[in-house]
């Protein structure tokens, strides 16, 4: 079975600060893995994703993650935070088999900006 | 183009009665699924359709829960009867594909049974 481990619950960062975000995935085969981030009341927005290829993707609003096979992480990243970066970030894992489009979600890291 | 639109955006009722939420997935997406995000449980997948037809419904909690979709471009989930440990926010999702595609999330249900 797909799982997701996002090891940090809450993290405090000052603005202007470099920002990483864990996620470890368990998937059988070659995984899809995704960030979302969530501002309070939303939905989620995909920040990005890696299907295969290069192992370090771009996203919006300035993040990447590196997708680490023998590590079996998918860790998101920022040079610099910006207030308007406190929100909820998931990341998630699905597969590529008929069945992958139902995504495994982390608890989630909630990201704190101080000023 | 509109996003996955969603309502009610958010509904208190009592124990007991029928909560209906409604979902129009983005147009053009053959998958549309529907997700409950608690404190406790973080976000579940509940049940997914391919093409308007249910296939995979093991993450409904209960079989006071129930979600249909008669066409593409409309679903229902619903809770009968309502308990308070429903109170959640349920989130419907639409992909255009299979394997990976990515999932476009509505803004949400913020249901609360009291």
């Known amino acids: 079975a797909q799982s997701v481990t996002q090891p940090d619950i809450h993290i405090t960062v000052s603005e202007g600060a470099s920002l990483e975000l864990r996620c470890n995935y368990s998937?059988?085969?070659?995984?899809?893995l995704f960030w979302y981030v969530q501002s309070p009341g939303q939905g989620l927005q995909l920040l990005l994703k890696?299907?295969?290829?290069?192992?370090l993707v771009q996203g919006i609003k300035g993040f990447e993650a590196e997708f680490k096979r023998s590590q079996s992480s998918f860790n998101l990243r920022k040079p610099s935070v910006h207030w308007s970066d406190a929100a909820e970030y998931f990341c998630?894992?699905?597969?590529?088999?008929?069945?992958?489009?139902?995504?495994?979600f982390g608890t989630g890291t909630r990201l704190q900006v101080t000023l | 183009d509109a996003g996955v639109i969603q309502s009610p955006r958010h509904e208190v009722t009592e124990m007991g009665q029928e909560v209906t939420l409604r979902c129009k997935p983005i147009?053009?997406?053959?998958?549309l699924f529907w997700y409950r995000q608690t404190m406790m449980r973080g976000l579940e997948l509940l049940i997914y359709?391919?093409?308007?037809?249910?296939?995979?419904d093991s993450g409904m909690p209960e079989d006071r829960f129930s979600a249909k979709m008669p066409n593409a471009s409309f679903s229902t989930l619903k809770i009968q009867p309502s308990e308070p440990r429903d109170s959640a926010v349920y989130f419907c999702?639409?992909?255009?594909?299979?394997?990976?595609?990515?999932?476009?999330f509505g803004e949400g249900s913020w249901l609360t049974v009291v």
């Open positions: 999702a639409s992909s255009p594909g299979s394997s990976g595609n990515t999932i476009y």
């Open positions: 998937y059988g085969a070659t995984p899809y």
């Open positions: 890696y299907f295969s290829g290069d192992t």
């Open positions: 998630a894992v699905g597969g590529h088999t008929g069945t992958a489009s139902k995504l495994t």
């Open positions: 147009s053009g997406h053959d998958y």
């Open positions: 359709f391919n093409n308007n037809v249910p296939i995979d």
